[in-house]
T-cell receptor, first 114, second 114 residues
Framework: DTAVSQTPKYLVTQMGNDKSIKCEQN?????MYWYKQDSKKFLKIMFS???????INETVPNRFSPKSPDKAHLNLHINSLELGDSAVYFC?????????????FGPGTRLTVL | AQSVTQLGSHVSVSEGALVLLRCNYS??????LFWYVQYPNQGLQLLLK??????LVKGINGFEAEFKKSETSFHLTKPSAHMSDAAEYFC????????????FGAGTRLFVKA
């Protein structure tokens, strides 16, 4: 069973479109995250949720809106896609907010904006 | 706030040679330190972590890292490289302060030559 799953794995779309990425974890964790990894492999936190509550909201354009319907799911909706949004987006989860906890990552969603 | 610096964006070793990937951290409070590995087209997975117990930490696949407070370092080593070790390696830091964020280094790409 996949611990952290994301759909879709690949997403190719035109500028200006709206798209969503879904994430689910079956580990029973309380905390979930979205990261953006650029072409140079730099990994940057975007959002984190703990028990459906938004904890971290980095300086991300408000075109990006996360939603957590329950603590096992964290989706990412992106409006008005731009070329610079092209990247790999990773969902991750951890047991809770404690800094000592490892994070479990999904396989990533490669978003290409044309 | 915490930060982490990985020295060398690319490291190349021969199969069977020592692997040494360097990581220095900055933290005003005792840190938690992690090494993650990312194989091509996959998410990150934990190699090992330091959480203030033993300063020499052993991880999966024969990797280990030593926490040296005086040098603010957490270098990753493996005595003998295998071809399968070729991947991107990320050092990461978190702490009881810092807004529950884990900060990742820029990554080091390890190449293993036959």
């Amino acid at each position: 069973d996949t611990a952290v799953s994301q759909t879709p794995k690949y997403l190719v779309t035109q500028m200006g479109n709206d798209k969503s990425i879904k994430c689910e974890q079956n580990l029973g964790h309380d905390t979930m995250y979205w990261y953006k990894q650029d072409s140079k492999k730099f990994l940057k936190i975007m959002f984190s949720y703990n028990n459906k509550e938004l904890i971290i909201n980095e300086t991300v354009p408000n075109r990006f809106s996360p939603k957590s319907p329950d603590k096992a799911h964290l989706n990412l909706h992106i409006n008005s896609l731009e070329l610079g949004d092209s990247a790999v987006y990773f969902c991750a989860s951890s047991q809770d907010l404690k800094g000592a906890n490892e994070q479990f990552f999904g396989p990533g969603t490669r978003l290409t904006v044309l | 706030a915490q930060s982490v610096t990985q020295l060398g964006s690319h490291v190349s070793v021969s199969e069977g040679a020592l692997v040494l990937l360097r990581c220095n951290y900055s933290s005003s409070v005792p840190p938690y330190l992690f090494w993650y590995v990312q194989y091509p087209n996959q998410g990150l997975q934990l190699l090992l972590k330091y959480t203030s117990a033993a300063t020499l930490v052993k991880g999966i696949n024969g990797f280990e890292a030593e926490f040296k407070k005086s040098e603010t370092s957490f270098h990753l080593t493996k005595p003998s490289a295998h071809m399968s070790d070729a991947a991107e390696y990320f050092c990461a830091v978190s702490a009881s302060t810092g807004g529950f964020k884990t900060i990742f280094g820029a990554g080091t790409r390890l190449f293993v030559k036959a």
